[in-house]
């Protein structure tokens, strides 16, 4: 077999990881079209199917799913290398994926990062913002940002933001027409605002601590979000009761336009860390950002 086009190779890694010639295509910045025809060629030239299509989905057969164990850790081993590399630099560059919440974004990371990217022009990142625990390493994230008690094994984890707690909040207008709630339980006769954990996840059963007791709660109502700051709308607008970030209802609570209840069973949750594999940690693309959000604690 002639030698292969190490760019065939990484474009069959490329539609292996996404599992779609247009997902593909769109992250190579290249035409589907032009991928379709390289991976034609690859097969054709290797003498061997490497991937099943169907109208809907790309997988792998086992020639691909071989070709594809071999390929990646190699491949990935490289741009570890040429990242270490990457700080002889005088400036950091490259590009960061950061996997993590819209309320993670807004409330920690997006504040501090903004004027620090002013400084470095040849560094981008790119957020990916999901309720659910992205999968860092297989999913080709360089991090993702967790709560204290989410931190996986064997990643290095830099607390970033201070705890924080979830409240039960409500419009004055909703309270005025339904029982104040008493005890969380009394939460499954209330109409509430659900969050869902990511598009194929279950619903968010709210948590609640007083006194050493814990309990979860499942609530339902009208509406389901995957976003904190979306619930905020639909409880303004009187849809019922949200559980989410304080800081996101404060200003509201502060004017009236909302009410916090059930304030004594709201517990407090570790902050936020930004966690990323050891193999990152020479990365000075990945350095300023650390050093961007690291928490430092006000005394």
């Known amino acids: 077999m002639a030698k292969q086009s190490f760019n065939d190779l990484l474009w069959f890694l490329a539609v292996a990881?996404?599992?779609?010639?247009?997902?593909?295509?769109?992250k190579l910045g290249i035409a589907q079209s032009t991928v379709s025809h390289t991976i034609k060629k690859l097969?054709?030239?290797?003498?061997?199917?490497?991937?099943?299509?169907t109208t809907r989905n790309v997988g792998l057969t086992e020639a691909g799913e071989r070709l594809f164990q071999s390929l990646a850790p190699r491949v990935e081993e490289i741009e570890r290398d040429?990242?270490?590399?990457m700080v002889l630099r005088d400036k950091p560059s490259g590009t960061i994926k950061i996997t993590l919440s819209d309320h993670a974004l807004y409330s920690v990371v997006w504040p501090k990062l903004r004027t620090?990217?002013?400084?470095?022009?040849?560094?981008?990142?790119?957020?990916?913002?999901?309720?659910t625990f992205r999968n860092i390493v297989e999913?080709?994230?360089?991090?993702?940002?967790?709560?204290?008690g989410s931190v996986e094994k064997d990643m290095i984890a830099v607390r970033i933001g201070p705890d924080w707690r979830l409240v039960a909040i409500a419009s004055p207008e909703y309270l005025a027409a339904h029982p104040l709630p008493r005890h969380p339980k009394d939460l499954v006769e209330h109409t509430c605002i659900n969050t869902r954990q990511g598009a194929a996840g279950g619903?968010?059963?709210?948590?609640?601590?007083?006194?050493?007791?814990?309990?979860?709660?499942?609530?339902?109502?009208?509406?389901?979000?995957?976003?904190s700051h979306a619930m905020i709308g639909a409880a303004l607008n009187g849809y019922?009761?949200?559980?989410?970030?304080?800081?996101?209802?404060?200003?509201?609570?502060?004017?009236?336009?909302?009410?916090e209840v059930l304030a004594d069973w709201s517990p407090k949750f570790d902050g936020y860390y930004l966690c990323y594999p050891s193999a990152r940690q020479n990365s000075a693309a990945l350095k300023v950002i650390v050093d961007a959000l690291r928490y430092r604690e006000i005394r």
């Open 240 to 259: 019922g009761i949200a559980y989410l970030p304080e800081d996101l209802a404060e200003q509201h609570i502060a004017s009236g336009a909302l009410v």
């Open 43 to 53: 097969e054709a030239a290797m003498g061997i199917r490497l991937l099943t299509r």
């Open 139 to 148: 999913e080709g994230f360089d991090a993702g940002v967790r709560l204290g």
């Open 17 to 26: 990881r996404e599992r779609s010639f247009t997902k593909a295509a769109a």
């Open 116 to 131: 620090v990217l002013k400084n470095y022009p040849d560094l981008k990142v790119e957020f990916s913002l999901d309720s």
């Open 82 to 85: 040429i990242d270490a590399l």
């Open 203 to 227: 619903l968010y059963a709210w948590e609640f601590a007083k006194d050493g007791s814990e309990l979860r709660v499942r609530v339902d109502g009208q509406l389901t979000f995957n976003s």
